[in-house]
């Protein structure tokens, strides 16, 4: 087991919220931040949602929900990560942003060695660990949505990552939240966005060239090719600004066109069609 017991979370949005429930869930003392009391709170609340949920379908006990949500503190400020042994940043999907958070976790997080990992779907590690004074322990740990229920976590360790840092997030992964790992080297989209963009961006693509509708795409990859959920659907559930932002990022380091976000893509997301998270996207997700 790893010696990780105090566990911080950078962004009590979706994924935030789904880091949080996993790490409380394994017994960790969780420390959720985000730039406002409102919105740590909030997030709190879609993690006691989600393990009431859990309990109804069986998968623990009232005692073990009671004793996971009794394990997460909430809050805005962030030096209350001090004590941290793992921060995990959530944030939004912006290089700026996120680097200037890694410089100001850098300076909050007490323990030289503790690790400081982004959850990142494609902002290269080198980047972010440059804003700190600890390269040797900042390190990529790319959960998957809905983090509780997917089994994969990317590991994605810097030119400058230690092994020694790599060896501890990878048991971490494995041995306390119980996840899968693949081991990706830090190049922008990693293993599974560098895959699984460039597809979703060619749905889009079909759609605006009129070959074929959202439905029917979706319908032809899951009824044709047996996938779980159309890449419409996913895109809307990703968030399609968040489709949109990884491209630019893949699209910033290879240059291939294939990488480019459409011009259907910026100009949903410019009039906040988002797909799940705003009720509107390739789909529709508002209530009758």
Do not use: W
Not at 12 to 18: I, L
Not at 174 to 202: C, M, Q, W
Not at 233 to 243: E, F, H, K, M, W
Request: proline fraction near 5%; charged fraction near 20%.
């Amino acid at each position: 087991m790893t010696s990780i017991k105090h566990v911080g979370v950078v962004g009590a949005g979706q994924m935030g919220r789904g880091i949080t429930e996993v790490c409380a869930r394994a017994g960790l003392h969780v420390t959720l931040c985000d730039v406002t009391e409102d919105r740590a709170r909030a997030g709190l609340a879609g993690v006691a949602d989600s393990l009431l949920r859990a309990e109804k379908r069986g998968a623990l006990s009232s005692e073990e929900r009671a004793l996971a949500l009794a394990g997460v503190t909430v809050g805005a400020d962030l030096t209350r990560l001090s004590g941290a042994d793992l921060v995990i940043e959530a944030a939004v999907e912006d290089g700026p942003a996120k680097t200037a958070l890694f410089r100001r976790l850098d300076e909050v997080v007490a323990d030289p060695a503790a690790v400081l990992a982004s959850n990142t779907s494609s902002i290269p590690i080198a980047r972010l660990a440059a804003a700190t004074g600890r390269p040797e322990a900042v390190i990529g740990l790319h959960f998957f949505n809905p983090v509780p229920v997917m089994p994969l976590v990317e590991v994605i360790p810097s030119l400058r990552t230690s092994k020694d840092t790599e060896e501890r997030v990878r048991a971490f992964a494995t041995e306390t939240l119980g996840k899968h790992t693949v081991v990706a080297a830090d190049r922008a989209g990693f293993v599974v966005n560098s895959l699984l963009v460039p597809y979703l961006l060619a749905a889009v693509r079909m759609v605006a060239s009129g070959t074929a509708t959202a439905e029917d795409i979706d319908t032809g990859m899951t009824a044709g090719c047996a996938h779980p959920m159309g890449p419409l659907r996913l895109a809307d559930l990703i968030g399609l600004d968040t489709v949109a932002a990884i491209g630019e990022a893949l699209y910033e380091e290879h240059r291939e066109p294939l990488y480019a976000p459409p011009p259907l893509l910026r100009r949903m997301v410019e009039s906040g069609l988002l797909g799940r998270k705003s009720g509107q996207g390739f789909f529709s997700y508002r209530a009758a």
